[in-house]
């Protein structure tokens, strides 16, 4: 399975610690996941998309990009593939416009089952399918989801879509994918856990594969020299939902922050304002 890491702060911050230096960065975790990596980070309301299809621990773009971006919005994946052949096309995060995702599981049968790749594929709105240039079920996915937002909005290019809107999007992906690959009770089943943002709404899914996330720590070791340091939010859960970062990750990364796992079908959602929610996808409501 692949690993995912989504990033969302109110400050501008470097990554660089836990891409590199904490003792269970992401590129240490590569050694594992060999088959590629990106990394998304977000300048004002636009990723700046970066992937090769090198092993991260051996890659020195990874590592210098690593040691110098800082933002507000992040998302990076290692990658170990499935389905689709090691190049970078095939590399997550994938993008269109502020959009971007990052999938770790696959879908049952999608490349052995005949006729079922297809009947994915056309869940993707035709305005969309001309965008998927490569050959992995995860872009695919992504473009299903889009074709779902877009149907909600006016535009899936307006920087006020909500978290709402994104995860009814999400929540329809999974129920119109599901129908199709796990009707006939496949074993292995689908396995679904995304990360995907916008730079403003950030979301992640847990289905099958572990997700955990992070919305504060024991301990800032920020706490002297940051404006934005407040004990009450930066060190302690929110009591009003409202917090300072959230983190996204597949495997618990060393240092300060406190971690909890996602159940199985749940999902963690921060909105603009830096609202966070927790909840069961299946209960996403119209926004």
């Not at 056309?122 to 989801?145: C, K, N, P, Q, Y």
């Not at 856990?193 to 730079?199: A, K, P, S």
Request: aromatic share 8%; net charge negative.
């Amino acid at each position: 399975m692949c690993r995912l890491y989504g990033f969302r702060s109110a400050i501008l911050s470097h990554v660089h610690r836990s891409l590199l230096q904490a003792e269970n960065a992401l590129s240490r975790q590569s050694a594992r996941h060999r088959d590629g990596w990106g990394i998304a980070h977000y300048v004002g309301q636009f990723p700046h998309l970066i992937r090769n299809d090198r092993p991260a621990l051996a890659d020195s773009l990874y590592r210098e990009l690593s040691a110098v971006v800082a933002s507000r919005s992040f998302l990076a994946h290692i990658r170990q593939a499935t389905y689709g052949d090691i190049n970078v096309l095939n590399c997550h995060p994938f993008q269109h416009g502020a959009w971007t995702f990052a999938h770790n599981g696959q879908i049952a049968g999608y490349a052995e089952v005949e006729g079922l790749r297809d009947r994915i594929v056309a869940l993707v709105d035709e305005r969309f399918r001309r965008h998927i240039l490569g050959e992995t079920d995860s872009e695919v996915l992504f473009h299903i989801f889009l074709s779902h937002l877009g149907r909600l909005v006016e535009s899936i290019h307006d920087p006020g879509v909500t978290g709402r809107h994104a995860l009814l999007a999400l929540q329809r992906t999974v129920t119109s994918v599901l129908a199709i690959a796990d009707a006939d009770d496949p074993d292995p089943p689908t396995k679904l856990t995304f990360v995907l943002t916008n730079g403003n709404v950030m979301v992640g899914y847990r289905h099958k594969v572990q997700l955990h996330f992070s919305t504060y720590k024991t301990h800032c070791p920020d706490r002297d020299t940051c404006h934005a340091y407040q004990p009450e939010r930066c060190e302690a859960p929110a009591k009003d939902g409202i917090v300072k970062h959230l983190i996204v990750a597949s495997e618990v990364i060393g240092g300060e922050n406190v971690w909890e796992e996602l159940e199985d079908g749940e999902y963690v959602c921060l909105d603009h304002g830096m609202n966070v929610s927790r909840g069961e996808l299946a209960r996403a409501t119209t926004p």
